[in-house]
């Protein structure tokens, strides 16, 4: 039996400087803001001085209360100066399994085109004197408003005594250009847990929570230039939240620590945010992934995308992380902006609700085509420019419903963008004498001379490479109709592909732009329900049955079979309907027949009897009861999405050895959707486990969810 749970709520992370729910803060091992002055810092060589926040214009105000440390306050510093600023000695505590220790600190900064800054650490050797110092971040240059910076991993010095130095360089003249320096405030050293993975997406709503930036630039808040607002909520990361990013600036937004799940077959890991962008001409973004080695210590930052750029409002971006499952990373956003007089800057990056998705993919089957009615469901887009929801240019409305997916659903396309709009990952039946597969979608499409697209197809290698071919190219125009598109994917069955719609706008000064290319009602035509056995060979073609099992051979799987063993009678009222039993007969009247009953004549001992009457306990929304089974001396429970059934993906195992005839429901299901509750008994001894539901013929549905329970 299936039961909905009826309430919906839209759940978000809430983050702060120095705790979120991602990571646990166990210990402030040290802080200063500088509010009393020096304390026990010192400096190497001077410049550094510590004091009150400076009030002209064009100087940064503390980042909290009124004093910071900075090179020289209020002044630009000297040129050829070489100094550091040195932090009282700070004894770092052992660290357990699972816990790390890190160095975070807010920072502004304006350096010269050949100046820069860089954090080092010094250990007290054994015998009393310090090591040379070692570097720890990468240089702070160029510009960058007040951003928080940090070292994740000091866990390699844990149990040592350490001095932290920020570290500060002047070229000399004739080199010597200065500007307002560097500043620090907030320096904090945490003992942490880092979390075990995102359930929810990373919406900054809180600030910045556990994440930082590697050098500058980057900033947590409300946008008010760019985009001038969040993809949801009020906050958002950026590259710079109030104006054009600075030139000659290289950062990285990073993540927290995630452990990363493993994947079971068919299922898959994506990273997926929401982002907005506006290049300059030789400026772009890119993601990038670190991972933890076995010895503790980080893999240099990796590309894990192409570039990123130049313009797109906002769009769901996803990346593909199912290699790296069971890997502990963090995922990084890398800027890069050019110098002069190649800089043309521009609003940059902004970056929110970042989440991982895990699970398994849905496909635009015939019985499940993408209508986009619910939004982007499990498609992405490659580099922007793909939106998702209702049309308010080219085409008068959508195909069907009132949402598709366009290249700008309200303007034309931006010039010099180049983007993919990817299906979820789709197993393709294998062959079937006479049985064709078609890509089958709707589409409206009105391009500049110069600008087009094409449909592609990628194939995934047993190498995890994905080698893509191109199925077919569009002309400039639909004229002005939403008309139907078919392309033959027969020559590719039994393989694992991706679709992809991909849409080409050239540069200046070629440019010229259009309305794009809309994209509605997408199916994949030949496996109406999506199980991988093409219709003309599949023993039951509207309901999902990967295995086609067939007990009594009689070319109707037992999904769709009204009488599985053959014996005559119908598995609804059959007391063994899997196992040929004409008489029925059931010596200890235990419901199950004596021909499938482990112990015919112990009616204590049998295959539990479906759980009948699940329901809401009186006056909750989260406590589920139903009436005992027959012979069930414990209950599993299984949940899943409503969205999903269509998949023939009943849930999850959600709880196994239940004893009581009741369980609590804590978790709410996304907006807009629902979950889908089936029990099933367990009997102790030989009877082993009863059904989880059954259809009015009487015949139990195959679960395509691989961690059902077992």
Known sequence: MHRTIGFALTVSLTFSYGASSHAAVIEIVYQDGFESGWGDWFTTNGVWEVGTQCTEPGWPPAY?????????????????????LVSPTIALPPVNPGEDLRLRFMQWFEYAASDWGQVQLSERLPGGGWSDPVVLSLNMASVSDWSLSGVSFLTPWAGKQVKIGFYHQADPFPFGEVGRGWYIDDVRVERYVWASLWEQAADF???????????????VGAPTSGPGEAHGGAFCAATHLAGDYPPDTDSTLASPVTVLPDVLPGEELWLTFWHWMGFGASDYGQVQITERLLDGTWSAWTPYSGIIGPESDWSLRGVDLTPRAGKTVRFGFYHQADHYPFYEGGPGWYIDDVSLRHGMPHPPVARRPATFERGWGDWVASNGVWQVGIPAYGPPGAHTGTACAATILDDDYPADT???????????????????????????????????????????????????TVLD?????????WTVKAVDLTAHAGKTVRIVF?????????????????????????????????????????????????LDGDGSGDVCDPDDDGDGGPDRLDNCPRVSNPAQADTDADGEGDAC??????????????VTGLRFAVGSKVDLLWSAAACADSYQVLRGLLSNLPWGDLGSCRAQGVVATTFSEQENPPAGDGFGILVRGLDAGCGGAGSWTRDGEGSEPENSNPRSCP
């Open 64 to 84: 909290e209360g009124t004093e910071y440390a900075g090179t020289v306050l209020c002044l630009e510093y000297p040129g050829s100066t070489d100094s550091t």
């Open 205 to 219: 709503e809180g600030g910045w929570g556990d994440w930082v930036a590697g050098s500058g630039v980057w900033q």
């Open 418 to 468: 180049d983007s993919w709009l990817v299906t979820p990952t789709i197993e393709l039946p294998g062959t079937c004498a006479g049985q064709d597969l078609w890509l089958r979608f709707w589409h409206w499409f009105s391009y500049a001379a110069n600008d087009g697209g094409q449909i592609l197809l990628y194939e995934r290698l047993p190498d995890g490479t994905w080698p893509g």
């Open 473 to 481: 190219t569009l002309p400039t125009s639909s004229g002005g109709a």
């Open 502 to 550: 991909n849409h080409t706008a050239d540069h200046y000064p070629f440019y010229e732009v259009g309305p794009g290319w809309y994209i509605d009602d997408v199916e994949i035509q030949g496996d109406w329900d999506g199980d991988q056995a093409a219709d003309l060979c599949d023993n039951c073609p509207e309901v999902w049955n990967r295995s086609q099992a067939d």
């Open 597 to 610: 009953d482990c112990a015919p004549v112990d009616v204590t001992a049998c295959r539990p009897g479906e």
